[in-house]
């Protein structure tokens, strides 16, 4: 089996540039996953709980509604940084042709 080493100085400089691209993508769909969960969090589970346990007045019940549209859009965010990863990804070929291991 043949061994292929990353040679870091065949990297130029559009390469770096797309690793960089590639990277802020997954980081913030790190974040729009993290802000998706947590609006799910709050509005589907915690939200509820309090008003009924009487920790938070019944007029928080409006809240809800803005934190479903918080996290469908988070989603959507994250949705479409994959894409753009996935995207982005192609640079890896230029100098690591096995980059789905």
């Known amino acids: 089996?043949?061994?292929v080493f990353l040679d870091?100085?065949?990297i130029g400089p559009e390469s770096w540039s797309e690793?960089?691209?590639l990277l802020r993508?997954?980081?913030?769909?790190?974040?729009f996953v993290v802000l998706f969960a947590s609006n799910m969090l709050v509005g589907h589970n915690m939200l509820p709980s309090l008003?009924?346990?009487?920790?938070?007045?019944?007029s928080w019940q409006k809240v809800r509604p803005v934190l479903y549209?918080?996290?469908?859009?988070?989603?959507?965010?994250a949705s479409f940084f994959v894409s753009r990863a996935i995207e982005f990804a192609g640079v890896l070929?230029?100098?690591?042709?096995?980059?789905?291991i």
Do not use: C
């Open 69 to 77: 549209a918080g996290a469908i859009i988070s989603i959507g965010l």
């Open 25 to 31: 993508s997954l980081w913030l769909t790190v974040l």
């Open 1 to 3: 089996m043949e061994q």
């Open 51 to 58: 008003i009924e346990s009487g920790h938070v007045p019944k």
């Open 8 to 10: 870091p100085g065949t």
């Open 93 to 100: 070929r230029n100098f690591w042709p096995d980059y789905w």
């Open 19 to 21: 690793l960089g691209s």
